[in-house]
């Protein structure tokens, strides 16, 4: 039998919406509980668990990493294929989200994901303070995005250190795979660094944004498995398959989507080909290291970018134990979030 390793999971049919809303609590051992808030579409409902179970689990690992006193959560509605929201559906799902986490007692606090904005979160924050990233206007630190973007860059700096010695990424060949609101924010950032770009995005209207930045325009899977320097996942998980390993031609593969590898044996795959794989959750961090440090502990954004850019240095370090010690960067980080979780003061749950 597979052992549970979270703390709780609540499961609800919204009692508005009739969707079901998964809360799952990964773990408070650090402090109370982040995660992002996903609506998304599944083939079966029990897809959405399957993802709120190992979203939660990569939250608790992200925040240990980036020295966040936070555990990790995450809230999924399953929505069935081809559901369009009315706004009255969407109103009562955001109520639902907010219900159940108002339920929790602030054991778990939500943010913007996948499917959901500033704006969902001053709705969810009307019927519960555990929420961050709404709008200024109201309080919050608002869209996290163009800080997960950074957080990004961080990590590839660091990559780009390693593999040429300088972290300018000034010609380095990259491929981003996903234009959505982080995506697109990234190819911004590296189009003003003079990088050489091929983008792609399983939505063809993305292309003009590909034609704007006088970019290189592919389909997914042959992004995936371009030659280029750098690879930057920043769709949806999952794409990182036992199969595709053998086909890819880059150094180094680091980006913010979460949940990047199918099974946690691509990580061993990928190192046997010599290709560094940055830790979703270490390079995708930036997000919540800004809205946490400002929301939460009382930072000004200065310190937040400070923090944020951190990760080059996390990742730098990372690089320095494998290189040193001969596992991989995801042991590396996870024996990082063993030892994290393993010095925090016993907190009753
Ligand atoms: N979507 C964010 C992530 O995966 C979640 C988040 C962002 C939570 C900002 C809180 C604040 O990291």
Redesign the pocket.
């Known amino acids: 039998m597979s052992t549970l390793d979270h703390e709780q999971v609540l499961i609800r049919t919204g009692p508005r919406s009739g969707l079901p809303v998964i809360v799952a609590v990964h773990s408070s051992t650090l402090g109370q509980a982040?995660?992002?808030c996903r609506l998304w579409r599944y083939a079966d409902w029990q897809d959405g668990l399957t993802d709120a179970l190992r979203l939660s689990a990569g939250?608790t690992a992200?925040c240990a990493v980036a020295g966040l006193d936070n555990g990790g959560g995450k809230t999924v509605v399953a929505m069935p294929e081809g559901l369009e929201f009315t706004p009255s559906l969407r109103r009562g799902v955001l109520d639902d989200v907010a219900d159940i986490i108002a339920s929790l007692g602030g054991l778990y606090a939500t943010?913007?994901?996948v499917g959901t904005t500033p704006a969902d979160m001053a709705v969810i924050g009307e019927r519960t303070s555990h929420v961050?990233?709404r709008p200024a206007q109201q309080g919050g630190s608002g869209d996290?995005s163009p800080h997960t973007a950074t957080g990004t860059l961080a990590a590839l700096r660091a990559i780009s250190r390693h593999i040429h010695g300088t972290p300018d990424l000034t010609d380095r060949r990259v491929a981003v795979v996903g234009l959505g609101s982080v995506g697109e924010r990234i190819v911004r950032l590296l189009a003003d660094e003079g990088a050489v770009l091929l983008l792609s995005d399983i939505d063809p209207a993305k292309r003009a944004l590909s034609a704007e930045l006088g970019a290189a325009w592919n389909h997914p899977d042959q992004a995936l498995t371009a030659d280029v320097d750098i690879l930057v996942p920043a769709a949806l998980g999952g794409v990182l398959t036992e199969q595709i390993v053998p086909r890819l031609r880059c150094a180094a593969i680091a980006g913010p989507a979460?949940n990047q590898l199918a099974t946690p044996a691509v990580a061993d795959l990928l190192h046997g080909r010599g290709i560094a794989w940055v830790p979703d959750y270490v390079a995708?961090?930036g997000?919540?290291i800004y809205?946490?440090t400002v929301e939460l502990h009382h930072g000004t954004p200065e310190d937040a970018l400070t923090r944020v850019q951190a990760i080059e240095n996390t990742v730098t370090d990372l690089l320095a134990t494998t290189e040193s010690t001969g596992t991989t960067l995801a042991q590396a980080a996870h024996e990082l979030t063993r030892l994290r979780l393993r010095a925090a003061p016993h907190r009753p749950v």
């Open positions: 982040v995660g992002g939250m992200k943010g913007p994901d961050f990233c996290s979460n995708s961090a997000g919540v809205a946490l």
